[in-house]
T-cell receptor, first 112, second 116 residues
Framework: KAGVTQTPRYLIKTRGQQVTLSCSPI?????VSWYQQTPGQGLQFLFE???????NKGNFPGRFSGRQFSNSRSEMNVSTLELGDSALYLC???????????FGSGTRLTVV | AQSVTQPDIHITVSEGASLELRCNYS??????LFWYVQSPGQGLQLLLK??????LVQGIKGFEAEFKRSQSSFNLRKPSVHWSDAAEYFC??????????????FGKGTHLIIQP
């Protein structure tokens, strides 16, 4: 079956702009979580959604937000981009418990 | 708060030699433990996971890991590495509380280099 699909793969934005990233989970997976990966901070948990509800949120500013649709697809939005937001953003889907998250290939965001 | 320590930033191993990557975690209850591998420019691939039961778990690509509660460790092993094993390896701990998941906490990763 198809894996976790993230679009776009690469993105270049200017400081101050906003960006929306998309994630389509594996069919039947209702839980979607987002992670930020940077060389300095490593992999950090952003938030998790289940049945269109945010269940948990990591320690990130309010500029980072997300949502989940009825078909379990998820989007995350970053407003007022900063240079430090440059990162690989990874989406993962799972059945509703941490029984092995499946990750997508990520979206590489570069802020200039 | 949960945490994961991977003490080795880089490890170099000769092809065909055995491998052990270390992982120590901090968590108050029984954790869910994972090992993921990441190739350059790619996402994370799950190698294996531990939730309960047998403390020696088998994964894909010939990897195994052993959960040692007394040492708070979950070390990854492979008896004979191949050049294709060169990648970044991440240990992660997760938990579920109050009906919601807390997300995974990852270690900083170990970069594995394979010498011919």
């Amino acid at each position: 079956k198809a894996g976790v699909t993230q679009t776009p793969r690469y993105l270049i934005k200017t400081r101050g702009q906003q960006v929306t990233l998309s994630c389509s989970p594996i069919s039947g997976h209702r839980s979607v979580s987002w992670y930020q990966q940077t060389p300095g901070q490593g992999l950090q948990f952003l938030f998790e959604y289940f049945s269109e509800t945010q269940r948990n949120k990591g320690n990130f500013p309010g500029r980072f937000s997300g949502r989940q649709f009825s078909n379990s697809r998820s989007e995350m939005n970053v407003s007022t981009l900063e240079l430090g937001d440059s990162a690989l953003y990874l989406c993962a889907s799972s059945v509703p418990s941490p029984y092995g998250y499946t990750f997508g290939s990520g979206t590489r965001l570069t802020v200039v | 708060a949960q945490s994961v320590t991977q003490p080795d930033i880089h490890i170099t191993v000769s092809e065909g030699a055995s491998l052990e990557l270390r992982c120590n975690y901090s968590y108050g209850a029984t954790p869910y433990l994972f090992w993921y591998v990441q190739s350059p420019g790619q996402g994370l691939q799950l190698l294996l996971k531990y939730f309960s039961g047998d403390t020696l778990v088998q994964g894909i690509k010939g990897f195994e890991a052993e959960f040692k509660r007394s040492q708070s460790s979950f070390n990854l092993r492979k008896p004979s590495v191949h050049w294709s094993d060169a990648a970044e390896y991440f240990c992660a701990v997760g938990a579920e509380s109050g009906g919601g998941a807390d997300g995974l906490t990852f270690g900083k990763g170990t970069h594995l280099i394979i010498q011919p």
